[in-house]
């Protein structure tokens, strides 16, 4: 059974950074499929971050050029480096991971508790 942990999350102004970080079980990061997902209040569940079948990293439109994804194979860790946040980024963030080579277009096998965002004033 794989097992996500998430930590990092906040309450931060706009413009302010973060970084979200995922403790994987097991040699969860190397072996299985891994993002991160956000979902806001009122909204459905989205992918925001993850890597594509040839280990590029993929952004939802709305984040790019302002999150990075990362991973640490040996340390077993997923993250996510989240700059200039906006209000709009406001939202509780889930690992998960799945297995093949990637999440786009495919549900998770695994989630994370998640850990919660709020950027505000």
């Known amino acids: 059974q794989v097992q996500l942990i998430e930590s990092g999350g906040g309450t931060v102004q706009p413009g302010d950074s973060l970084r979200l970080s995922c403790a994987a079980s097991?040699?969860?990061?190397?072996?299985?499929?891994m993002g991160w997902f956000r979902q806001a209040p009122g909204k459905e569940r989205e992918l925001v971050a993850t890597?594509?079948?040839?280990?590029?990293?993929y952004y939802t439109d709305s984040i790019k050029d302002r999150f990075t994804i990362s991973r640490d194979n040996v340390k077993n860790t997923l993250s996510l480096q989240m700059n200039s946040l906006k209000p709009e980024d406001t939202a509780v963030y889930y690992c998960?991971?799945?297995?093949?080579?990637?999440?786009?277009?495919?549900?998770?096998?695994?989630w994370g508790q998640g850990t919660q965002v709020t950027v505000s004033s």
């Open positions: 890597y594509t079948s040839w280990n590029s990293p």
């Open positions: 097991e040699r969860t990061v190397g072996r299985y499929a």
């Open positions: 998960a991971a799945k297995r093949g080579s990637t999440l786009i277009g495919f549900q998770p096998d695994y």
